[in-house]
């Protein structure tokens, strides 16, 4: 039997959240922006947020986050003497939405190579999540040699049997997805992350969620998300590719989980990145599939503990 770990909570995020939640969501997202700087690569604007000094941790998001999915995570690596950088894919958060991008996992990982050049990162700390990993698998192939060390959250890696969950579904087909993402409001939308994507919603306040929905729809109202959604690569082409950025690496991996996501189980997702990698073992937390809201001291722990192993 593979071997599991269990973390603690996320008691320190829940409390330092609950400042927020008497904020706007006009003043959440405004404090968000003053957090970063716009930065171009690969043709298109993005925003980008960098925290802390020391050895770089580039934090690649998936659907629905951006680089304010990482902002307690980057206060955590700051903390632990790394320096945090999460920057915006096209098409998400604060980054442009150009109508003919290439919005494919190819094309984002390309942005990826682009962006990590146009802010002088030499070699960096891969973590990854949700199709973040497909993405961020693009950007380790093309140049394992600056990769220090990897971490897998709740992503894919065998992208063959990849399926969208019931939620995410409907935006991958045309008409049903753009009146899906026009019946999206801020009350369904809180519904949704109760049951799919935060454990303890303590820890994240009602302006903060409709700041993840303004960040999600921008001033495109989301075609640039459906264009996303209509873009994944789920060839066997690619998931051979992706398993050789996880395994036979010259750098460390490991994989940490959180073992309430509905959407990317720790029975499925998390074992098949388990034998891609050819990992002893997964670190499971508590939480589901944003464990950046309600879990980001372990999840910065975790990832500080393999880059200060890597380093040694």
């Known amino acids: 039997m593979s071997k599991v770990e269990y973390a603690g909570s996320g008691e320190e995020t829940a409390a330092s959240a609950k400042s927020a939640w008497h904020t706007r969501p006009a003043e959440v997202l405004a404090a968000h922006e003053q957090a970063g700087r716009y930065f171009e690569a690969a043709g298109a604007r993005s925003f980008v947020r960098d925290q802390g000094t020391g050895p770089a941790v580039l934090c690649v998001h998936g659907m629905i986050g951006s680089s304010f999915l990482y902002r307690k995570v980057l206060t955590g690596l700051a903390d ?50 949700d199709i973040g990993g497909p993405v961020g698998f693009e950007l380790a192939a093309a140049m394992p040699h600056r990769v220090a060390s990897l971490t897998l959250l709740n992503t894919t890696v065998d992208v ?93 991996v490991q994989a940490v989980w959180a073992a309430d996501d509905p959407t990317m189980t720790l029975a499925v997702y998390g074992r098949k990145a388990q034998a891609a990698a050819e990992l002893a073992g997964v670190y499971v937390i508590p939480g589901k599939h944003f464990p950046q809201e309600d879990q980001a001291p372990v999840i910065a722990a975790k990832i500080a503990e393999l880059a200060l192993r890597a380093r040694g």
């Not at 980054?95 to 942005?111: H, I, M, N, Q, V």
């Not at 001033?219 to 996303?228: Q, T, V, W």
């Open 160 to 252: 063959t049997a990849f399926k969208s969950p019931w939620s995410m579904e409907p935006f991958r087909h045309r008409v049903l997805g753009e009146l899906w993402m026009k019946s999206l409001n801020a009350p369904l939308f809180r519904v949704l992350m109760g049951l799919q994507g935060i454990g303890d919603t303590s820890a994240v306040s009602k302006a903060e969620l409709k700041t993840y929905l303004r960040l999600i729809k921008g001033p495109d109202h989301g075609r640039a998300f459906l264009r996303i959604m209509r873009s994944t690569e789920r060839t066997p082409e690619k998931q051979a590719l992706y398993r050789t950025a996880v395994r036979d690496v010259p750098y460390p």
């Open 80 to 129: 632990r003497g790394l320096r945090g950088i999460a920057f915006d894919l096209p098409g998400f958060g604060l980054a442009e939405r150009p109508p003919g991008y290439d919005y494919s996992w190819t094309g984002l990982g390309k942005f990826c190579a682009a962006a990590v050049d146009e802010l002088g990162l030499g070699e960096f700390h891969l973590v990854v999540h």
